[in-house]
Structure formats: structure tokens, C-alpha cells
């Protein structure tokens, strides 16, 4: 049994990844108004990125311990730059001529984009788990008192997913670009008539999105197994999440996230036989929040 | 009407009669059972997405259906048409609260909830092993005695209550009602079209059908377990037949899950597909969204039109349109 304290830590360094992946796909549910059920398979493509990379690094260069910083100063970048662009272009060819069609049919072809890359993937790579024996996920941070004790992959990983939020956020707060997405989220006509280029707006917005969830799946590598099929377990946290902050909040992403990983967390210590209903908690969280506050718990912006 | 229904007796007589061509192979009369299996999983799905919806619940259905019949028969000593029976209720109940809530908002809340559905179905039949038999699952004696044939008009019987379903929904007034509500939910809110009850009526009933199916799937192969009873694939399957053969139609699905499944026979055992066979199931829903949005139904009415030198029949692709 651990101590509150680092239960609480626990649950707190937990909520980081889910913040990362939630506002990627709350970004490109809010803005473009679409629901992509691939987020979680572009998640997976991202870690797949930063697993080669580590491969290649403590492979062929054995580079030692410096592999571990490395991995993320390195395959961030490079995976969130692939998925950027990769964004865009499945935005311009899929997506856009399906914004004038029913809701069905946006959501069926995400939806079968999902099922065709986990597949894809464990036909073309395997779909075996693998594991990246990073040495960062087992050296523990010396931390005075001894009252916590975390590995320096947990908390980099959380450092760099907060990083990554806020640095989101402040795109979103105070660039002209975040401007113009607010604005196109808000009133897609409105802001087609002061003259925002929208469909440019949307396309760079799915970008983003994809570019956060390929730093996500990074981060994933120091966590947890690589595989073809993490994505389902990762998406629907994630929109358990954006249902709870409310669709469009996207700065109540945070907050949710903070409320699932700690709750979760609290919940496998101190509830017998509690993992259960840990890993069934965010079903109860969706249920109870459309049935009680459709609306997302926070004030809708 | 009148042709599409004598067509359809036409298929079921032909489908009543079939056994006596293939009752000497096990292997196709096991293929049978499973395609009028999924011809009704198909069928139910198609009806809910004629109101908008898109339903990622139908293999979470069709497990809850596998394990109330497993239960039943093992704690309870439930014969196999009763567990099909009490399946059927259990369903029931299960889909109203599901839809109760969720089918009350925006689409989109409705396709996520019937997503994760699925997965805590899943988690609760793995984590309450003296109920569920946990990771092992749960095994009882062959349906019938392991007669395939038999097994076939039950689940003919099941086929035929979704086909039923799906031509009653496509030539009453409730075709109109949900056809307003697919183009657009306030409009027909305001013709007097009751929104969520039709909307949750057919979900349930859909729901039903998929409940029916996996009861009746548990006792024909015996077994059931976590892993296998809510496999995602089979909502995909559920989706990806009626998008490939023509949505919004009664034909369409049945004529996608003929030639889907029979491609999927071939493609498990066929290396490098195997377990990725899934990934041309993803294909076909990607493609057939993007460049042939009423699948093969769509595409033979247009070329039917273009050789008969008609006019092309317009195909309203029904949209809100932004």
C-alpha cells in the first residue's frame, strides 16, 4: 500500500498523457467539429516514430544513457512533424469533401480509418507488443525525504506532455493562428465573413491535433508496450475526458484529465479489488456527465 | 414494394431449401449459420443508421447476448431457447438505459457511449471471473445436439425478424419519420416527428437483433469468452457489410455480408492477411464513404441508369448540408 502522497503524485503524473491526447482530439472536435475516432491509431503511429527511434539509437549508434533524453528531444519532433503533415493530408483528401455530408459519414470514415491502420500496422510490422528497455524507466529520481519515489521516465514524460499543453495553449491564447481557430470553433460563417481562410484553419487545426497525439505516443514508449492496437483503450479515455470538460472547452481538457488519472489512481490503493472499477471508471464517468451535465462540468467558454 | 417483397420470397424459399444442398459438408453448413447470423447483425445495424446514428455497440450486444445464454446455462440450467428468450430482454433493458441517455443529445455522444460500451463490457466479464469464468470463459453443450441444420432455421428465424425489421422500418410511416430525422433532427422535431422515441425504438430493437444473434451464436459454438464475445470486429462487420453492399437499403446488406464474409473465410487463412483481415474491412469503409456512399446497391442503380440510356436516377445524398 502507498502513502496518499504519492498516490496522489501518482494520479497527477497519470493525468499528463491523458491531457496530451484529450487536446488533440478536442482540438479537432471543437474546431473542425469532427469526431475522429483515429486519434488513437495516430497515437499508436507516433509511438511506433519514437520507438524506431530508439531503436536506431541504442542500436546501430549505442549511444548508452544518453539514449533516454535523447529519444525525446529527438523523436518528438520528428514524430509530431510526420504526423503534422500527414494531418493535413488526410484532411484535404478525406476529410474536407465529407464537412457538407451527414455527421454519419465523418464519423464512419474515421471510424474505418481506425480499424485500417491497427490493422495495417500488424500486418506490415507485427502485432506483437514490444517494449522499449529504456533506461530512463527504471532509474529513480533522487528526491529528498523518500517520501515519493518516481522514475525519470514518468516525470519527464509528464513534464514534457504539460509543456506541450501549455506551450498549445498559449498558440491557441495568443497567436493570430489560435485566434482564428477560437474564432472559426465559435462561428464557422461568422468567421468566414471577416475573412478567415477556414478550410486553411481546419486543415492546420487536424494537423495540430495529429501532431499531439504522435508527442503523446512518444511519451507512451517510456511508459508502456508499443502496439497496433493501443489506441482503443487510449481514445476512449481521452473522450471520456473531453466529455467531461465539455465539447469546444478545450481549456477545460486540464482539469478532466487531473480528475480521471488522480480519481483512477486513488481508486486501484484504496477500493478492494478496485482495478475493476478503475479501468471501468471512465464509462461511469461518460454516463453520469451526459446524464446529469450534458454540457461538460466546467462553464462552457 | 411489390417487387422487392417477392424478390425477398423468393431468397428465403431459396435459403429454406438450401440445407438440402449442403447438409453433407459441415464446413459450408457451418458457413451458413454464420452468414444468416451476420445478415441479421447487419440488417439492425443498417435501420439505426437510418436515423443518423452510427451504433459501435452491436458486438458489445452480441457478446451481452453469448454470456446471458452462458449463465443462464450454468447457474440456472437454462435450455438454450430460453437463455435465447431471457438474451432477448436482457437486451432490451440494457439498450433503453443506453439510449435513454445517450440518444437524447447530439450523435456523436451516442457513437462514443456505444464505443466504450463495448470495452466495459469486456472489463466487467474479465474482472468478475465467479460469474464469468473470467479470462477462460464459459462452455456448455452444442445447440441442438450439435445439428447444423437445425441450428440454420434458427438462426433463419432471427434473419427474418431483422429482415422484417428492415422492411417493415423501409415501407411504413416510420420511414419518413426516420428519413426526417437523418436530414435533419430540428426539422422533423417540428413536423411532429417524436425525435428520441423513434430514435431509441429502433436503436433497441437493433439492439435486440444483436442480442438474439450472439445467444444464439454461444450455444452454436459452444463457447464463449471475453476476448472472443466482444471483439470489436464484429461491430466493425456489423457496420462495414451494410456500408459495402448499399446503407439505407434492405438488399445492401445482405448482398455486403454474402461478399465480405465469404472474402474473410478466404483472407484468415491466408497469409500475410490472417488476424489483419480486419484491415480490408477498414478499407472498404474508407473507400466506400469517400467514393461510393451507397455501396454496391448505388453503383448498380447508377449503371442500370446509364445503360437504359435514362436520365441518370438521382441519388439524394441526404445531408444537412453546412
Redesign the interface.
Known amino acids: 500500500m502507498e502513502a496518499l502522497p504519492q498516490t496522489l503524485f501518482f494520479g497527477v503524473l497519470r493525468s499528463g498523457l491523458y491531457a496530451l491526447t484529450a487536446l488533440g482530439l478536442a482540438i479537432s472536435l471543437g474546431v473542425i467539429g469532427v469526431v475522429n475516432f483515429a486519434h488513437g491509431e495516430f497515437v499508436m503511429l507516433g509511438a511506433y516514430i519514437g520507438f524506431w527511434v530508439y531503436l536506431l539509437l541504442s542500436g546501430p549508434l549505442d549511444l548508452g544513457p544518453a539514449v533516454s533524453p535523447l529519444v525525446i528531444a529527438l523523436g518528438i519532433p520528428l514524430s509530431a512533424g510526420a504526423l503534422f503533415v500527414l494531418g493535413r493530408g488526410v484532411f484535404r483528401f478525406t476529410l474536407r469533401p465529407l464537412l457538407s455530408r451527414p455527421e454519419l459519414d465523418q464519423m464512419l470514415l474515421t471510424f474505418g480509418m481506425a480499424i485500417l491502420l491497427q490493422n495495417l500496422v500488424s500486418i506490415v510490422l507485427s502485432p506483437q507488443a514490444q517494449d522499449a528497455s529504456l533506461g530512463w524507466r527504471f532509474e529513480l529520481l533522487p528526491l529528498p525525504g523518500g517520501a515519493i519515489s518516481v522514475t525519470y521516465a514518468r516525470i519527464s514524460a509528464f513534464a514534457v506532455s504539460m509543456a506541450l499543453v501549455a506551450a498549445t495553449y498559449v498558440l491557441l491564447a495568443r497567436t493570430r493562428l489560435g485566434k482564428q481557430m477560437r474564432a472559426v470553433a465559435q462561428n464557422r460563417l461568422g468567421a468566414m465573413v471577416v475573412g478567415i481562410p477556414v478550410d486553411q484553419v481546419y486543415e492546420v487545426a487536424f494537423g495540430l491535433s495529429l501532431a499531439l497525439a504522435a508527442a503523446a505516443g512518444v511519451t507512451l514508449v517510456f511508459q508502456t508496450q508499443v502496439s497496433p492496437f493501443l489506441g482503443l483503450s487510449t481514445i476512449l479515455k481521452a473522450f471520456s475526458i473531453v466529455v467531461l470538460a465539455g465539447l469546444g472547452n478545450l481549456f477545460g481538457v486540464v482539469w478532466a484529465s487531473l480528475l480521471l488519472g488522480v480519481s483512477e489512481q486513488v481508486i486501484s490503493q484504496y477500493v478492494p479489488d478496485g482495478s475493476a472499477l478503475r479501468d471501468g471508471l471512465f464509462f461511469l464517468l461518460i454516463f453520469v456527465v451526459l446524464l446529469a451535465r450534458p454540457g461538460g462540468l466546467g462553464r462552457a467558454r | 414494394m411489390r417487387r422487392e417483397l417477392v424478390a425477398w420470397l423468393a431468397f428465403i424459399a431459396i435459403a429454406a431449401l438450401l440445407p438440402l444442398a449442403l447438409a453433407s459438408d459441415p464446413y459450408l453448413m457451418l458457413l451458413a449459420n454464420v452468414m444468416l447470423m451476420f445478415m441479421a447483425l447487419a440488417l439492425s445495424w443498417d435501420v439505426v443508421?437510418r436515423t443518423?446514428?452510427?451504433s459501435?455497440a452491436h458486438g458489445a450486444f452480441f457478446g451481452l447476448g453469448a454470456y446471458t445464454v452462458a449463465i443462464g446455462h450454468k447457474y440456472a440450467a437454462l435450455p438454450p431457447l430460453a437463455g435465447l428468450a431471457v438474451a432477448g430482454v436482457v437486451g432490451a433493458i440494457v439498450a433503453v438505459a443506453l439510449g435513454g441517455?445517450?440518444l437524447?443529445?447530439?450523435?456523436?455522444?451516442f457513437?462514443?457511449?456505444t464505443?466504450?460500451?463495448g470495452?466495459?463490457l469486456r472489463?466487467?466479464a474479465?474482472?468478475?471471473p465467479d460469474v464469468t469464468g473470467g479470462t477462460i470463459g464459459i462452455s456448455m453443450p452444442p445447440l441442438f445436439g450439435g445439428d447444423r441444420v437445425a441450428s440454420y432455421y434458427l438462426a433463419g428465424a432471427i434473419f427474418l425478424l431483422a429482415l422484417a425489421l428492415s422492411l417493415g422500418v423501409r415501407y411504413t410511416r416510420a420511414h419518413y419519420a426516420v428519413t426526417a430525422i437523418?436530414t435533419n433532427e430540428a426539422v422533423a422535431a417540428v413536423m411532429g416527428v417524436p425525435v428520441v422515441l423513434t430514435k431509441v425504438l429502433t436503436f433497441v430493437t437493433a439492439a435486440v437483433i444483436a442480442t438474439l444473434a450472439g445467444a444464439f451464436y454461444m450455444p452454436f459454438i459452444t463457447h464463449t469468452d471475453p476476448h472472443d464475445a466482444f471483439e470489436?470486429s464484429r461491430s466493425?462487420a456489423a457496420?462495414?457489410f451494410p456500408?459495402f453492399g448499399g446503407i439505407y437499403t434492405s438488399v445492401g446488406p445482405v448482398i455486403g455480408t454474402v461478399v465480405l464474409r465469404s472474402l474473410e473465410e478466404y483472407l484468415r487463412v491466408t497469409p500475410?492477411?490472417k488476424?489483419?483481415?480486419?484491415?480490408v474491412?477498414?478499407?472498404?469503409?474508407?473507400l466506400a464513404?469517400?467514393f461510393m456512399?451507397r455501396g454496391l446497391v448505388g453503383l448498380a442503380s447508377r449503371m442500370r441508369a446509364r445503360l437504359s440510356r435514362r436520365p441518370e436516377a438521382r441519388i439524394p445524398?441526404?445531408?444537412?448540408?453546412?
Not at chain 2, 104 to 109: A, C, F, S, T
Not at chain 2, 275 to 279: I, N, P, S
Request: hydrophobic content about 55%; glycine content about 12%; aromatic content about 10%.
Open positions: 443508421a443518423g446514428q452510427l459501435l441517455v445517450t437524447r443529445l447530439r450523435g456523436i455522444y457513437a462514443i457511449a464505443l466504450a460500451f470495452e466495459v472489463t466487467v474479465l474482472q468478475v437523418r470489436v466493425v457496420l462495414a456500408i500475410p492477411w488476424e489483419g483481415y480486419q484491415v474491412y477498414g478499407a472498404v469503409i474508407v464513404v469517400l456512399p445524398i441526404l445531408g444537412s448540408g453546412r
